[in-house]
């Protein structure tokens, strides 16, 4: 009897210890995950906080370009309720508003993206500036699963620059 009852006890450490271990990784997991989108969620506020000052609302979709700088845009409307995007170079804070209505839209690029290319997944799109003119910036993996970018003119949807199969 002793016997039994001193194998339950073991077991119910064992159960215990596995519970609380499980619990700490748990735990260590949502903190560093955490932590690695608090950069994200910064750049957001600062770029969301810029498109208020030069009298942008209703602020929506943040977006990231990555190239040889980073940009960071916001879509929203200016005083005339007009659609614009708010585009901040995260290097200098250098500000440029481009009206909607003078370029492709996020929505067109990605429909361009996938008609001609049928990419399996499309990672991130984003809008930024290139020798002083905005681009959408489009990363996806092709059917293959090979990484690929393109670079599109906003002003026309032209395409500017595309790297397949990375």
């Known amino acids: 009897m002793q016997r039994k009852q001193h ?7 064992i159960i215990l210890w596995t519970v609380l271990i499980v619990a ?10 955490h932590e690695a989108l608090r950069p994200a969620k910064t750049a957001a506020g600062q770029t969301v906080s810029i498109a ?18 980073t940009y ?11 659609a614009v995007y708010v585009v901040v ?4 804070g250098q500000t440029k508003i481009l009206k909607q209505s003078d370029g492709t839209s996020k929505t067109a690029i990605l429909r361009q993206v996938w008609q001609k290319n049928n ?6 799109i984003g809008l930024g500036i ?6 959408w910036e489009v990363t996806y993996l092709n059917q293959k699963g090979n990484l690929c970018y393109d670079l599109i003119r ?8 595309s790297i397949q199969n990375l």
């Open 119 to 124: 990419p399996k997944k499309v990672l991130n």
């Open 24 to 33: 700490f990784i748990a735990g260590s997991i949502g903190i560093i995950f």
């Open 89 to 92: 170079a995260k290097q200098n």
């Open 52 to 69: 208020r000052q030069k009298g942008i609302s209703d602020t929506g979709d943040f977006l990231t370009y990555n190239r040889q700088h």
């Open 154 to 161: 906003f002003k026309d949807g032209t395409m500017v620059q």
């Open 7 to 13: 194998q339950q006890r073991q077991w119910s450490q």
């Open 72 to 82: 960071y845009s916001v879509s929203g409307r200016n005083a005339k309720n007009q």
């Open 130 to 135: 290139r020798k002083s003119e905005p681009v």
